[in-house]
């Protein structure tokens, strides 16, 4: 696998349309990524002495986040529509390597922020309902 530019590294919103068109959300300066697995354990006394864990089992969740410099875009005023009114949105990670992950989001954290002589920046966090697809 080649090395890959955090800066191709996207973070999109959908336009609510069917099908979903997406836009990125701009001003964005850094953006994360956790891929979550809930272990669920098998471990008896047949086990050894050794902790087993169930294949296929438990909970999947992704979670993103991310920080950039508002920049007043029609994606942040979506996003923060969606904050506000605690809706889950259609939002979509893109790669350099033009891999995406594609899924339904709730953002569960949007936080505003600015010094008196610099820009206005903002945080965000998204949780994932449902399942993530990468294609």
């Keep these: 696998m080649a090395a890959e530019k955090g800066s191709a590294f996207l973070l999109k919103v959908g ?12 001003g964005l300066r850094t953006t994360q990524l956790g891929i979550n697995g809930e ?26 986040s991310g ?4 920049t007043g875009s029609a994606a942040e005023a979506r996003v923060k529509a969606n904050a506000l009114s605690g809706v889950l949105d259609d ?7 033009g891999e995406t992950m ?3 989001f709730l953002v569960t ?6 010094d008196f002589n ?7 966090s998204l949780e994932s309902s449902g399942a993530v697809v990468n294609a």
Excluded at 67 to 70: D, L, Q
Excluded at 118 to 124: F, K, M, P, V
């Design 109 to 114: 954290r949007l936080d505003y922020a600015g």
């Design 91 to 97: 939002y979509r990670l893109t790669f350099e390597s």
């Design 39 to 64: 272990a669920v354990t098998i471990t008896s006394k047949d086990s050894g002495g050794w902790r087993e864990l169930l294949s296929g089992a438990g909970v999947r969740s992704v979670s993103v």
């Design 118 to 124: 610099g820009e206005r920046t903002y945080t965000l």
């Design 15 to 26: 336009n609510g349309g069917s099908p979903v068109a997406y836009a990125t959300i701009a």
């Design 102 to 104: 594609t899924g339904r």
């Design 67 to 70: 920080a950039g410099v508002f």
